[in-house]
């Protein structure tokens, strides 16, 4: 038998975070909680709006939602960058994995545009 569900169901999802989504954080390690990414593991962070995200068909099926690229963001402390956060105003939303790099308190740093996709049901 075959299973499905609807675009809507997916795109529920993806606005959540589009509407909902006020902070995206660069960590030094992976945050479970708001604290955590906000302030705990925070070496940089870049104020979000929902016309930074743009949903669209998967790149092989089912729904995403493209993060906007974030230019010359400034390092608020020295740390490894291991992990991209979204927050709302007072919870975590959606941690992701980044290319590990050293970042230095005074500099800036470019975060590129990223995905978060859901697959369609198999």
Request: hydrophobic letters at 40%; charged letters at 15%.
């Amino acid at each position: 038998m075959a299973k499905y569900q609807n675009d809507l169901m997916l795109d529920a999802a993806l606005n959540y975070i589009k509407d909902n989504c006020v902070l995206m954080v660069v960590c030094s390690t992976q945050p479970t909680t708001y604290a955590e990414a906000t302030s705990t593991y925070d070496l940089a962070d870049v104020v979000m709006a929902s016309g930074d995200f743009t949903l669209a068909n998967g790149d092989t099926n089912g729904r995403k939602v493209t993060v906007a690229a974030k230019n010359t963001v400034s390092i608020d402390h020295d740390g490894n960058a291991q992990h991209i956060a979204l927050c709302s105003g007072a919870a975590l939303l959606y941690v992701t994995t980044c290319t590990a790099q050293q970042l230095y308190q005074g500099n800036t740093v470019n975060i590129p545009a990223w995905d978060i996709e859901i697959a369609d049901a198999a």
